[in-house]
Nanobody
Framework: QVQLLESGGGLVQAGGSLRLSCAVS????????MGWFRQAPGKEREFVSA????????YYANFVKGRFTISRDNAKHTLYLQMNSLQPEDTAIYYC???????????WGRGTQVTVSA
């Protein structure tokens, strides 16, 4: 069983930064893709960013390009999301997810709350 634990969320003023972490534990870790999603109150969950684990290809939603950066630490089995120039519309619960054999995500974390004040 794979377990994902997000951390790093919090309250920040507009224009500020946060770095989210997603630590993976459980059985021998193997992933095809890891990604970040978010869900704001009253809205559907949306894609934020992803990384193909083997080659490091990165993908971003248009609304975060140039502000967010996804990265990883292979040795620590940890995925990161550096978020800069945060805006109130970035307020959401941010979830980490793993697709173990394809782009279909089959493991999810419980999320970490990010709140950006105006």
């Amino acid at each position: 069983q794979v377990q994902l634990l997000e951390s790093g969320g919090g309250l920040v003023q507009a224009g500020g930064s946060l770095r989210l972490s997603c630590a993976v534990s459980g059985r021998t870790f193997s992933a095809y893709v890891m990604g970040w999603f978010r869900q704001a109150p009253g809205k559907e969950r949306e894609f934020v960013s992803a990384m193909r684990w083997r080659y490091g290809n990165t993908y971003y939603a248009n609304f975060v390009k140039g502000r967010f950066t996804i990265s990883r630490d292979n040795a620590k089995h940890t995925l990161y999301l550096q978020m800069n120039s945060l805006q109130p519309e970035d307020t959401a619960i941010y979830y980490c997810a793993v697709g173990s054999i394809s782009d279909s995500y089959d493991y999810w974390g419980r999320g970490t709350q990010v709140t950006v004040s105006a």
